[in-house]
Structures are given as structure tokens and as C-alpha cells.
């Protein structure tokens, strides 16, 4: 029997030259939960960094197109309000050197357009710092003093858009101390934005001047934090929804094959079993009955010390023919066709057939229920279950108790059939092993009883429970489908002793 039940467990060993190695167990639900959640905080994280920068880039440059479209338009009014020469532009007039060589207009009237147009800029909302650069990157005006006059060397930010077309450039960051535009008045509290607004000749080819705006638009900086909040909390709470609920499926997912798994591999371990039952049941057949005759025929002229040691022979044969027998009937294919079946009836006849044994044993018998109620089954099948569980309980009481039997109907549905003893119960252990295929408690068992029990009942969707305490007792629980148009019959008056 050792090699039996060895047998469905070798299939999940390798051969490395011939060498058996026990195959590594691959656990599905550890890996998804550390690979998924790895790649959903990737994705999930990639996407918060990609939409905050787009939604503050996009924030940014539409501030900056507005500023843009302010400073330019300010620019033309004050060109047209000086009534200066057509064609002449603001940016010819914001390089105070070049005043002496306009010969359309006054030195007087090229610097108060300027003055007028500078003072706008300045008084610009949330302006940290404004500067006007000529040509030569030399700062013409600011609204820092200290910064008029000093030449920007080596600013990449300030070629690109000196060679730029575009209306503005504009970028945020953090103040720099070694960048020497950045003389704030102020600091600013946050991040702060830097735009570059050209200003044209009147071709709209050349840049003839360079402003430059640093804000800090404290409406625009609440807009990008609620932004980051909202951004962050969306991606954060629909990577944790898309990682459980991708997680509930796996680990579900997971029960199956492991269910799935237990099935096989007990399913495995009836075909090894029963392709050796066979032999060994047409092997052991005849000798046993060869055997057991000539025991027979010894007892009759034995004298009365040797019955004892035939009696003996005779009750070892039939117990091998047992095993025999039972190994045939777990392992024979089994119809799927249901039948309704008098489920008190087979209790009865199931009763009957052990009444020598319970009265032997000293057992109290006590049943409880209606007097018919009809289930889902067949009727070999549900014999087969009840002798199993009655041969249990009996072997559990050897020097007497109470057996229970009870039946009782569950929402019209289903009828659940208990069976009770007070024998010696099991350990936790036994209990949670007791519908493995091939484990016993018994002495000599074979250990298939309990597992067929099991298998018949979810074969016809009904399904078993055990529950034990040693030194207590045992509890088994059947529970079946209520079969259609089956006669439920009356409460049964009283039990049966």
C-alpha cells in the first residue's frame, strides 16, 4: 500500500541524469502580488509624473501666452497713443543708447513711450522681477536697479530665445543663486515662472529687445497643487482598485488550482490504485476462497482447541476479501445519472444490516426526522455512504455509546443528514486529513471510506462536513439536493431504539 499512495505524488518529481528531484513548487499568488504590484506602481506612477508635468506645462505656457499677448498689446497702444511714425515698434525704443539715431522722432518722445510702456510692465500683478535686455544681452531697464547696466554672459535660456520666433518662452523652476538676472526683491515661496517676450522690428524678423518676467501667480500655484493632489490620489486610489481587484481574481483563481491539483492528483492516485487492484483482486480470489473452504472443512473435525485458530483464519480471510471488495467498489466508474432516493429508508435498511453489531457492541440507537424525505442520489451509492459512516461510528464506540441519526430540511432546498457517536474522536489533525485519499486512524484501514464519501456526495452536488473531539465524540454532516417532486412525508412520532 506504501507504493500506492507513493505513486500519484512521483509524478510531481524530475529527472536530472536519472536522479529523481522533487519539482519546486511555483506559488501563483506570491509572484502576482509582488510582479503586479511592481509594474501597476510603475505604470501608475509613470502616469501621475507624465499628466502633473503636462498639466503644469500647459498651465504654465497658457499664463505665459496671456502675459505674452498683454505685453505686446500694451506695446502697440503706447507706439499709437505717442502718435509715433507708422512702422516704427516698441521694441526700437526700450535701448535708451539708441535714442540719438531715430531721425523720425525726439530723443524726448522715444523715452517717454519707453517710460510709459515700462511702467506698465512694472506694475504687472505678481511680478517678482521684470528686465529689458537690448541686443547685446545688456540690461537696459529693470526693476531691480542694481541690474541695469550689467551684461548676461553665457544664459542659454536667453540666446534660445533671442534666436527663437516664438511669441514667448517660458519654463518654471526654483531660484539660482549664481544666475545673476535672478536679483529678486522678494523671494518667492514656492516656484516661480520665467518668461522671455521678444519684441520685433517692424519687418517682425529681427528681435531688436528681450523682456523678461519672472512671476510668481499665486492663483496658478493653488491650481498646480490641487492638481498634484487630485492627480496623485486618482492614480494612487485606481492603481490600489485595479492591483485588489486583479489580486481577488488570481487568489481565486489560485483555490481553483489548488482544488483542481488535490482532484488530480487524488484522481491519479485511483487510476495507479485501481489498475493494481485489479491484479491483485484476480490474484487473491481464488486462493482466499481456497483458503477459507479448507478452514471450513478443518473446523468441522478440529477439536476444541483448535476452532479458536480457525475461527481466526476464517475471520483474517474475510477481512482481506473486504479490502478486496472495497478497493473494486471505490474505484468502479460511477454514473452521474441522479435518481431521488428515500433517504430515511436507506438509513433503516443501513440499520438493519448493522443491528447485530450495535447490539453486540452495547450501542443506543436514536433516530430523529420524518418518516421519508427524498434525495438526489442513487440508491448503491447512498448504501455505500451510510455502511461507510455506521461501520465508523460503530468501530469508534467498542464498549458502547450513542449513535444519532438525524434528518432535517434546510430552506426548502436541501435536507441534511447528521450522524453522531460518543466513541473517541480525533485530534485536530486527524480531522482536518480525514477525507485524504488512503489516511485511516484504523488499525489495518485502507483509508479510502471517508474520500468516497466525499466524492460521491459532490458527484451528485450535495456535500460532506466533519466535525471531532477526542474523548467526545464525532459528528458527520451530509448534505443533499431535495429531490424534485419527492413526497417530504410527516414528522416520524418518535425514534428508533
Not at 526693476?143 to 551684461?151: C, D, E, V
Not at 487524488?266 to 485501481?274: D, I, M, P, Q, W
Not at 447485530?356 to 440508491?379: D, H, K, L, M, N
Not at 432535517?408 to 480531522?431: H, P
Request: charged fraction near 20%.
Amino acid at each position: 500500500m506504501q507504493m500506492l499512495e507513493n505513486q500519484a505524488s512521483d509524478k510531481a518529481r524530475a529527472t536530472t541524469n536519472g536522479v529523481a528531484v522533487p519539482l519546486r513548487e511555483f506559488n501563483l499568488l506570491r509572484w502576482f502580488s509582488i510582479i503586479s504590484l511592481l509594474i501597476i506602481a510603475s505604470v501608475a506612477g509613470g502616469l501621475g509624473y507624465v499628466s502633473t508635468r503636462f498639466v503644469v506645462r500647459d498651465s504654465v505656457e497658457r499664463d505665459a501666452m496671456l502675459t505674452a499677448q498683454f505685453i505686446q498689446a500694451m506695446a502697440q497702444a503706447e507706439v499709437r497713443h505717442s502718435q509715433l511714425p507708422p512702422g516704427t515698434t516698441m521694441g526700437e525704443l526700450l535701448d535708451p543708447r539708441l535714442d540719438q539715431q531715430h531721425l523720425q522722432f525726439t530723443p524726448a518722445l522715444a523715452e517717454s513711450t519707453r517710460v510709459e510702456f515700462l511702467d506698465h510692465v512694472e506694475h504687472l500683478p505678481d511680478t517678482l522681477l521684470a528686465n529689458v535686455y537690448a541686443r547685446d544681452r545688456t540690461i537696459v531697464w529693470s526693476t531691480n536697479p542694481a541690474l541695469i547696466g550689467q551684461r548676461i554672459e553665457a544664459d542659454g535660456d536667453l540666446d534660445r530665445a533671442f534666436r527663437s520666433r516664438k511669441a514667448v518662452s517660458a519654463s518654471y523652476h526654483q531660484a539660482e543663486d549664481d544666475r545673476e538676472e535672478q536679483k529678486f526683491l522678494r523671494e518667492p515661496r514656492y516656484l516661480f515662472i520665467e518668461n522671455y517676450i521678444p519684441l520685433f522690428d517692424s519687418q517682425g524678423e529681427q528681435v531688436m529687445a528681450m523682456v523678461e518676467i519672472y512671476k510668481e501667480p499665486q492663483d496658478l500655484v493653488r491650481r498646480i497643487q490641487r492638481g498634484y493632489v487630485l492627480i496623485w490620489a486618482s492614480t494612487l486610489v485606481g492603481g490600489a482598485l485595479i492591483y485588489f481587484g486583479l489580486f481577488w481574481i488570481v487568489r481565486r483563481a489560485a483555490h481553483l488550482l489548488n482544488l483542481q491539483q488535490d482532484r488530480l492528483v487524488a484522481s491519479e492516485t485511483y487510476v495507479a490504485l485501481g489498475e493494481m487492484s485489479s491484479a491483485v483482486a484476480h490474484s487473491l480470489r481464488n486462493p482466499l476462497a481456497n483458503i477459507r473452504s479448507s478452514a471450513e472443512l478443518a473446523q468441522e473435525i478440529a477439536n476444541p482447541a483448535a476452532q479458536k485458530n480457525i475461527t481466526d483464519i476464517i475471520s483474517q480471510v474475510d477481512r482481506m476479501s473486504r479490502w478486496v471488495r472495497d478497493l473494486l467498489v471505490s474505484l468502479r466508474p460511477t454514473s452521474d445519472e441522479a435518481e431521488a432516493v428515500d433517504l430515511v429508508a436507506a438509513i433503516e435498511d443501513t440499520r438493519l444490516a448493522f443491528v447485530q453489531q450495535i447490539e453486540r457492541s452495547g450501542v443506543r440507537f436514536c433516530y430523529e426526522g420524518p418518516a421519508a424525505q427524498w434525495v438526489t442520489s442513487q440508491p448503491l451509492q447512498l448504501t455505500q455512504i451510510l455502511n461507510t459512516l455506521f461501520s465508523n461510528a460503530l468501530e469508534a464506540m467498542p464498549s458502547g455509546g450513542l449513535l444519532g441519526a438525524q434528518v432535517n430540511v434546510q430552506d426548502g432546498q436541501r435536507a441534511e443528514f447528521v450522524l453522531s457517536d460518543t466513541g473517541k474522536g480525533m485530534s485536530q489533525q486527524q480531522e482536518r486529513m480525514v477525507f485524504k485519499p488512503f489516511y485511516t486512524t484504523k488499525q489495518g484501514g485502507l483509508g479510502v471510506g471517508l474520500a468516497l464519501v466525499k466524492r460521491i456526495m459532490e458527484r451528485f452536488g450535495g456535500s460532506v462536513s466533519l466535525s471531532s473531539r477526542e474523548e467526545e465524540g464525532t459528528r458527520v454532516s451530509l448534505t443533499f439536493n431535495i429531490a424534485a417532486g419527492g413526497d417530504h412525508g410527516a414528522q416520524h412520532p418518535g425514534g428508533r431504539g
